[in-house]
């Protein structure tokens, strides 16, 4: 059974370059939240496999979705993909239970790497 | 008349390649401060040049304020100026986060450099992601700590017809402070502009 990812960005072109930037070996449906508050809702109505998350966003930011899922013992793989590169903000991230940072804009070889070391594809 | 307006999607794809780049920007920032800096999202506005006075009155009119100014220019017409206004009460506390002697750098110095900083490391991550690349005039001091600063912004408004307004709050773990940056651009790097746009999200 194919599992589904969430794309979660406020920006329309950020989410599309995530959408073309996953390897073709990813067999999985794609669904979109444009804030952490929209992403939380998909996540607990629906069985989620791997979140691409941005941090940076109106109403919830993607920090805010982390401590969510961590809270709520949510079984679901967060890939944080974000502008915010400070080591600070990575650490923290991390500490909160992401699998892994990818710094904007998404390059596809690392998302390919992290996506395999994982066993996404 | 060529249309100088910009559509939903360009201006979705500024509003990220300017996140983009005010992630490169706080990321120096905290590095050379040694600290953590808030990212929130900054608010764009496009706007008629001519609307920028009035836009700002409010926010600084009667108050000492700092607006300088810096030149940029690009490859292939992709020009304009940018202007940090931000309240002088800030200032010191920059200058003291920046390592300043208060006596040794004079005021003017302390507030180009500063402008320096927040704008050029901004305006390079842009321009990274534009595929292009900056160089720079040396930082004028429009107005500082006068009265006559809405005059002043018109005088300089007044050359360019279109005016990309960013907003910025520099929030630190320890002090946070707000300052405006508006970037004008003359109407046919508005069309550079654009097509440059076109082509990133005509590439996703």
Same mark, same amino acid.
Request: no cysteine; charged share 30%.
């Given at each position: 059974m194919a599992l589904t990812a969430l794309i979660c960005d406020d920006s329309l072109l950020a989410r599309n370059q995530m959408k073309k930037s !996953?390897?073709?070996?990813?067999?999985a449906e794609i669904v979109t939240a444009t804030n952490g508050l929209e992403a939380l809702t998909v996540l607990r109505g629906q069985e989620i496999g791997v979140v691409f998350l941005d941090l940076t966003?109106?109403? !919830?930011?993607g920090v805010g979705v982390l401590e969510a899922i961590k809270a709520e013992r949510m079984d679901v793989f967060v890939i944080v993909v974000s502008a915010d590169i400070q080591p600070e903000m990575q650490k923290r991230v991390m500490d909160l239970g992401a699998l892994a940072f990818i710094q904007k804009p998404v390059n596809t070889d690392k998302l390919s790497a992290v996506m395999r070391q994982y066993g996404l594809i | 008349m060529t249309d100088l307006s910009f559509t939903e999607e360009q201006r979705d794809c500024l509003q990220e390649l300017i996140n983009v780049a005010m992630g490169l920007a706080s990321d120096k920032l905290a590095r050379f401060l040694n600290t953590f800096v808030h990212l929130q999202v900054p608010a764009i506005g496009l706007v008629n040049a001519a609307e920028i006075p009035e836009q700002f009155r409010g926010q600084y009119q009667g108050l000492n304020s700092s607006m300088i100014s810096l030149g940029f220019f690009g490859d292939g017409g992709l020009r304009g100026e940018t202007i940090l206004l931000y309240q002088l009460e800030n200032a010191g506390k920059i200058a003291a986060l920046l390592g300043y002697d208060d006596d040794a750098t004079s005021e003017a110095e302390m507030l180009t450099d500063i402008s320096s900083i927040l704008t050029t490391t901004f305006l390079n991550g842009l321009a990274e992601q534009l595929d292009n690349s900056f160089s720079y005039a040396a930082p004028r001091i429009i107005?500082?700590?006068?009265?006559d600063f809405i005059s002043k912004l018109e005088q300089t408004a007044f050359h360019w017809q279109l005016a990309l307004k960013v907003d910025i709050r520099y929030e630190l773990t320890d002090y946070s402070f707000d300052c405006n940056m508006i970037l004008l651009i003359p109407g046919e790097a508005v069309l550079k502009l654009k097509a440059i746009l076109d082509n990133v999200l005509a590439e996703f």
């Open positions: !996953l390897p073709a070996a990813f067999d966003m109106p109403e !919830l930011d | 107005s500082s700590r006068d009265n």
